[in-house]
């Protein structure tokens, strides 16, 4: 069987575990509603402020946008390896190893359902804000590549979130690493506010963040493409660094067989 196949049959199984537990998706939702249509209200005047990006041509509600779909796909993704540990608890893991399948099919399938999620989530996101006054002049092009976004960003954390499942084998490490990280990554960004009116360090350390690459293609893509340099500049890192992630998740199963 190939690992294409399995890759398949593998999402597949994912997608039935999900299914069984349709409030999961609905809490994954809720967070972000909050952020979208309190934060969204509550903070709208600080588009006034001068330098804030976009100016008056832009509400706060639709610079927020690209950064909570972009929070929700962290978020999602950040919880992959809990299939992981669950499947080690109860010896599915071990029984995956021991049979011919490919470990690198069970971290894509892994990345492949979260992806999918996260699209899903993104456009329901983006359709609440469009009913609370939001307008994109990007239209279906940018929503587009603002799933591209979504995906490759969902991609890599399921792939950090499957090695440090497979290295620490706990769920309680799992949830410290990934709250340790993604709350950080989303303050560090341009996902609530524009860096040039933030400190300098984090206008520094955003450049760096996966999680604002992200949110960058995101933004220009549903606000018409006015850099398309900076959105495949930015393509092209996340998909770099879901290359290595994925590499680097597929190595953690020898750390795992070695601690067995």
Known sequence: MSAVTQTVLLTGR???????????????????????????????????????????????????????????????????????VQDMDRGVMDRFLASPTSRGALVAATMAWYSLLACAQALVVVGVAWLGGARFPGGWAGIAVMLVAVVLLSCLFAALSAAVALLTRQQEALIGVSQLLTIPLMFLSSAVMDPSLAPDWIADVARFNPFDWAVVVAREGLQG????????????????????????????????RRAL
């Open 14 to 84: 994912q997608a039935r575990q999900g299914m069984r537990i349709p409030v999961f998706m609905v809490m994954n939702l809720l967070q972000p509603m909050v952020w979208l249509l309190l934060f969204g209200q509550l903070f709208r005047s600080v588009i006034e402020i001068p330098g804030f990006a976009g100016g008056a041509d832009v509400t706060y509600l639709e610079y927020l946008t690209p950064g909570v779909v972009m929070m929700t796909a962290m978020g999602g993704a950040a919880w992959a390896g809990t299939t992981f």
């Open 225 to 256: 493409f006015a850099d398309a340099g900076t959105v495949w500049l930015h393509l092209g890192l996340l998909a770099a660094a879901v290359a290595a992630m994925s590499g680097l998740a597929t190595l953690a199963f020898r750390a795992y």
